[in-house]
């Protein structure tokens, strides 16, 4: 089993419209939890830290499901400047990070 | 500001010819990591240095070496590319503390060619 699996996606959808989607993660042993956002042929950048009670940051919202070990990312009011692929990251051991393969999201006009 | 800086961006080698690919950092983060991203993949841990501490992961290839010189800068060596070493390989930082969040930070990448 991977450690953190993610639904690759592609998720097409139009401006305005809410994605949602979700990574598991194998270890519950798991502290930190992060989305970062990747665009195409450039280096994965952070998008938010995934906090316990859930946080939101503008148009995003996380939540961490700690019992079903899951984390998910929603998307509202999409722009076109939302395309990217959207890795999920999950502290396994230490202060070393496992990432999953990304979920890519297309917003069309 | 640039914060973690890669250089070359792009890099193009003949097979079996060493290249090293640098990276620095102005955030004096204590870990440094290096990773490989192929098309389509999640990027890989090499290696990462906590201060002067090396950590490999146990399947690099012993193709690939590093140094850290110092905390601002690191190194990535591969003594013999081969065809199968072409990738995006990327520098990240992190700075260690209690209870906190390990979040990283990336530099831009250096696309490697092998020719």
């Known amino acids: 089993r991977k450690e953190v699996e993610q639904d690759p996606g592609p998720f097409n959808v139009p401006e305005g419209a809410t994605v949602a989607f979700n990574c598991t993660y194998s270890n519950s042993a798991s502290q930190s939890f992060f989305w970062y956002r990747q665009d195409c042929r450039k280096e994965p950048k952070l998008l938010m830290s995934?906090?316990?009670s859930g946080n939101e940051d503008g148009r995003f919202t996380a939540q961490l499901n700690r019992a079903s070990q899951y984390i998910s990312l929603l998307i509202r009011d999409s722009k076109l400047s939302d395309s990217a692929t959207y890795l999920c990251?999950?502290?396994?051991?230490?202060?070393?990070?496992?990432f999953g393969a990304g979920t890519t999201v297309t917003v069309r006009a | 500001d640039a914060m973690v800086i890669q250089n070359p961006r792009y890099q193009v080698t003949q097979f079996g010819k060493p290249v090293t690919l640098s990276c620095s950092q102005t955030l004096n983060h204590n870990v440094m990591y290096w990773y490989q991203q192929k098309s389509s993949q999640a990027p890989k841990l090499l290696f990462h240095y906590y201060d002067k501490d090396f950590n490999n992961e146990a399947d690099t290839p012993d193709n690939f070496q590093s140094r850290r010189p110092n905390t601002s800068f690191c190194f990535l060596d591969i003594r013999s590319p081969g065809l199968g070493d072409a990738a995006m390989y990327l520098c990240?930082?992190?700075?260690?503390?209690?209870?906190?969040?390990?979040?990283?930070?990336f530099g831009p990448g250096t696309r490697l060619t092998v020719t």
């Open positions: 995934v906090y316990s």
């Open positions: 990251v999950v502290n396994m051991i230490g202060y070393k990070l496992s």
């Open positions: 990240a930082t992190s700075r260690v503390r209690t209870g906190g969040f390990y979040e990283q930070y």
